[in-house]
């Protein structure tokens, strides 16, 4: 790694940081696991009580259920929505990523450029979140002969049994609440890094690996903040129709949470989410950082 004070974009032979994105998400995945229950289960009194029955129930193991699929898919759903964002803003401002730090784009253009790789990398991003989803959810103790198996043995089963059951639209539940979800929240996660960026680094010069990694985890932390209701929506879009009833569209899914549950139900797993985002995007947006310059 770099020290604090020089720029991790001017050391191109510093070894590559390898797969900083998988390693970020390891560590975020139980807090992620924790997230979803609290989201989708009305079982547990909060974050500790959802922690220690977890634990109890299912051991340590537990909250690792549904990460395989994302350790592949986080690569690509990144790449997606870092390469659209960099070529989107490209387009826009007609200036090459070396131009970029000596004329820096317009906030509007950096929103702009935000929604359109969010917009995309949803669509991507849909059947794996799905899947990830639906096995975080299985709160079954490991499986002990004699003890019903769960539902699903694991990521392929579990797309394999969706497709089955509900043919390929199936693996695309809750993909316009992630759509809805995503577009305007990236914009805003992509702004708030420029700008944050921009405050504490010299005009035309590169930000510092600490000015990376603390914007990163703002923007993280900012862009989940706002993604936080429909985040909760998507996860019971997607848990619909196993145990509980499905929901007639996202409208009556909105409108029977709150029913049920008051205007708070849009803010579970807030607080949890957000100590997650930071690590993860703070590391998310130094590889990004790292790439650009050293393809640059
Ligand atoms: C508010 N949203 C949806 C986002 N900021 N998404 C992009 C960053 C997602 C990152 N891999 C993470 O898991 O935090």
């Not at 849909?126 to 019903?148: C, H």
């Not at 805003?188 to 405050?199: N, S």
Request: proline share 6%; glycine share 10%; net charge positive.
């Amino acid at each position: 790694m770099t020290g604090a004070g020089e720029s991790v974009i001017n050391n191109p032979g510093r070894r590559r940081a390898s797969g900083p994105g998988a390693l970020g998400l390891v560590l975020g995945h139980p807090f992620d696991t924790v997230k979803v229950r609290l989201q989708t289960q009305t079982t547990y009194q909060g974050i500790i009580d959802c922690m220690v029955k977890t634990y109890r129930h299912e051991s340590l193991l537990g909250f690792f259920k549904g990460m395989s699929f994302p350790i592949v898919s986080i690569a690509v759903v990144n790449s997606i929505l870092f390469g659209v964002y960099s070529n989107a803003l490209l387009v826009l401002t007609a200036t090459s990523h070396q131009e970029r730090r000596a004329q820096p784009p317009s906030y509007t253009h950096v929103f702009i450029a935000g929604c359109t790789g969010g917009f995309l990398q949803a669509y991507c991003l849909a059947p794996f979140d799905l899947i990830k989803v639906r096995l975080q959810n299985q709160t079954e103790p490991r499986a002990q002969p004699g003890s019903p198996p769960p539902r699903y043995q694991g990521p392929v089963h579990c797309a394999a049994s969706i497709f089955q059951a509900e043919g390929p639209r199936g693996l695309f539940r809750g993909a316009w609440a992630l759509t809805l979800r995503d577009t305007p929240t990236l914009g805003i996660y992509f702004v708030t890094y420029e700008w944050l960026c921009r405050q504490s680094t010299p005009d035309g010069q590169n930000p510092s690996s600490a000015t990376v990694l603390v914007a990163g985890g703002f923007a993280g932390i900012t862009s989940w903040v706002t993604a936080t209701p429909l985040d909760v929506i998507k996860s019971r879009m997607q848990m619909a129709g196993l145990e509980q009833r499905a929901y007639r569209g996202l409208l009556d899914c909105v409108v029977s949470s709150v029913r049920q549950e008051g205007l708070g139900v849009f803010f579970r797993g807030l607080t949890i989410n957000s100590a997650r985002a930071f690590p993860v995007n703070a590391v998310t947006f130094l590889s990004y950082e790292y790439l650009l310059h050293s393809w640059g």
